[in-house]
C-alpha cells in the first residue's frame, strides 16, 4: 500500500517549457488535490477533483491545468513554466466525508520544482 | 473567498511546557478545521482535526479548541518534547465536504531540551 505517490521528486525547468507532476494514489479515495507550498505562505490549493472527470479550480489555478480520467491518478500540467512557479508542490487524497470517519487529506511527498 | 491567520510565525518552547498556537478564520460558513505537522523536509501529516459542531478534541499530549461564535481555534500541546518540533499548519474549509482547505500560513515550533 503505497499511498500517495508523486514523481518526479525533483525538477529544474528552464522558462517557457512544459511539464507534468504526477499523482497516483492505490487507496481508491475520491478526493483529491494539488497544493503549492512557498515559504512562509503555508499550502495554497491549485486544483482539487471530487472524483473521476469532475475538476476545479483552487485559489492560485493559473498556469496550470488538471484532468481526472480515472480514481488513481491525478496528474497536474504547468502550460508554460515562470519562475514564480518556483515551489514544493503536494498532492493529496482522502476519503469524502460519510464513508470514512477519517476527514483528513493524506499527502504526497511533494515535488520540488525550480524554474530558471 | 476564506482567509485564515495563523499567530504566532515562530514559537519556542522548553521541553515539557505547553505550547498553544491560535488561528482565526473570515467565513463564518467554514465546518472542517485540521492541524498538519510538517517535519523538516516531509510531508504535512493530519495530527488532529475538528468540526463545527464539537468545541474542544483531545488526543493524548494534543488538543484542538473552536470558538465559533469568534471564529477562531487553537492548538494547544501538552508536555512538549523535542520530536514535537515541526511547522503547524492550521486550515479551514467551507466546502460540506470538507474538502477545499484554505491554509495558514504556518507556526515553526522549537522545542528546547
Known amino acids: 500500500n503505497a499511498g500517495v505517490t508523486q514523481t518526479p521528486k525533483f525538477q529544474v525547468l528552464k522558462t517557457g517549457q512544459s511539464m507534468t507532476l504526477q499523482c497516483a494514489q492505490d487507496?481508491?479515495?475520491?478526493?483529491m488535490s494539488w497544493y503549492r507550498q512557498d515559504p512562509g505562505m503555508g499550502l495554497r490549493l491549485i486544483h482539487y477533483?471530487?472524483?473521476?472527470?469532475?475538476?476545479d479550480q483552487g485559489e492560485v489555478p493559473n498556469g496550470y491545468n488538471v484532468s481526472r480520467s480515472t480514481t488513481e491518478d491525478f496528474p497536474l500540467r504547468l502550460l508554460s513554466a515562470a519562475p514564480s512557479q518556483t515551489s514544493v508542490y503536494f498532492c493529496?487524497?482522502?476519503?469524502?466525508?460519510?464513508?470514512?470517519?477519517?476527514?483528513?487529506?493524506?499527502f504526497g511527498s511533494g515535488t520540488r520544482l525550480t524554474v530558471v | 473567498g476564506e482567509n485564515v491567520e495563523q499567530h504566532p510565525s515562530t514559537l519556542s518552547v522548553q521541553e515539557g511546557d505547553s505550547a498553544v498556537i491560535k488561528c482565526t478564520y473570515s467565513d463564518s460558513a467554514s465546518n472542517y478545521f485540521p492541524w498538519y505537522k510538517q517535519e523538516l523536509g516531509k510531508r504535512p501529516q493530519l495530527i488532529i482535526d475538528i468540526r463545527s459542531n464539537v468545541g474542544e478534541k483531545k488526543d493524548q499530549r494534543i488538543a484542538v479548541t473552536l470558538n465559533k461564535t469568534a471564529k477562531h481555534f487553537s492548538l494547544h500541546i501538552t508536555e512538549t518534547q523535542p520530536e514535537d518540533s515541526a511547522v503547524y499548519f492550521c486550515a479551514a474549509s467551507t466546502s460540506p465536504a470538507g474538502n477545499k482547505l484554505t491554509f495558514g500560513g504556518g507556526t515553526r515550533v522549537l522545542v528546547k531540551p
Open positions: 493529496a487524497s482522502r476519503s469524502p466525508a460519510g464513508r470514512s470517519f477519517n476527514y483528513g487529506y493524506t
Open positions: 487507496m481508491n479515495h475520491e478526493y
Open positions: 477533483s471530487v472524483g473521476a472527470g469532475i475538476t
